[in-house]
């Protein structure tokens, strides 16, 4: 029996049916009580075969082995998997003084999000996706827990029973204030989403203490930096990570001036989605940057242009090479953007395609996070494959 996690498109070819027995994305298909492989028969979806009439909440997939003692043979043919769930216990935490269950292994961002008040789940973030593990890197996204010496993270903290939570406080505030602050005075911030931008607005980010922004780097050369080797700031300008934009390939362009270092173009590239580790952090502090290996153009690197870097990239330092030359040539029109979901054509996999156009062409394709198939992320043929369409 295996068992996949279903993130990330499985390969070409695979086929787009699980086999008997075995099981894909359990969660889903166990809410709501059994599903069942095999022929077919057996008890349908939230049937129960226990006698028990009481309904019940399956969270998670429990695959009864069909070989097991006190199954006659031929019903071990027919019966094949069943999902019956997981109980789960659940945990009491405080948000901001109101008590809240939640099941065990919710992170704080979890319990704000599914049981907060529309403020506590409107909690600022960066470096958090909802189809990626938490990289716990920006840190905007802290809040008070009693007890602890330092704000936490709660983007990945889990509750705990009895934990009390603090997401309001002047030093949540302070400190979010300053990640946001320091973040917009060295990185260019303009294409980052909606929500980033009011929050730099909401909670009264001011770079203009730091100084005007020095002068940008020189192409390669905050490449070439070496780790322990930092310049003293000059105490006038704002230190920047301004660089010339990296176009070396026709399928996405770098904009490292726009990286705030988040890490989620890394681990999309490795174990969240793509397992191809073409890119990584090079250096350290204020010259730590995204590089490939030995700093080689992304057509010699391990780069397989499958563009889930793009996808998750919350700041615009990422995008397809078609986005870059239309809003060089002064032609990039968001305002007219239609977002149309289909599917994609290229194997049997089905991963869904969110086709966004501008001005009936196609500018850019993504994936829904939520999509039981993709997880957000896509192949290089889903992703940058339409030029055919454009065609027809
Ligand atoms: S390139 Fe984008 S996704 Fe990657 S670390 Fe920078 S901001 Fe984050
Ligand atoms: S994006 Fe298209 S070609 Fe790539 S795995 Fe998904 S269905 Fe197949
Ligand atoms: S969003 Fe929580 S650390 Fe970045």
Sequence with gaps: ????????????????????????????????????????????????????????????????????????????????????????????????????????????????????????????????????????ACRVCVVEVEGSRTLVPSCARKCEDGMKVRTDTEKVRHSRRMVLELLTSSVDMDRASGDVQRWIGEYGVDTSRYGPPAAPAAAGERDRRHPGHHHLPDGATAATVAQPVKVDNELYVRDYSRCIMCYKCVNACGTDAQFTFAIAAAGRGFDARIATEFDTPLPDSACVYCGNCIGVCPTGALISREEYELREAGDWHPEDETVTTTICSFCGVGCNLELHVQQNRIVNVSSPSDHSVTHGHLCIKGRFGFQHVQNL
């Design 1 to 136: 029996m295996t068992t996949t996690s279903g993130k990330g498109p499985a390969p070409a070819g695979s086929g787009s049916a699980a086999p008997v027995g075995e099981t894909i994305d359990g969660a889903d298909e166990a809410v709501g009580g059994a599903a069942v492989g095999g022929d077919g028969s057996g008890p349908p979806p939230g049937e129960r075969t226990d006698g028990d009439t009481h309904p019940h909440t399956a969270v998670g997939p429990t695959v009864v082995d069909p070989a097991a003692p006190g199954h006659k043979p031929e019903e071990r043919l027919r019966t094949g998997t069943v999902m019956l769930g997981q109980i789960q216990r659940r945990v009491s935490v405080e948000l901001d003084g109101r008590e809240v269950r939640v099941p065990e292994g919710t992170t704080i961002l979890g319990a704000l999000h599914d049981e907060g008040t529309p403020q506590q789940a409107d909690t600022p973030t960066l470096c958090w996706a909802p189809n990626m593990d938490p990289i716990n």
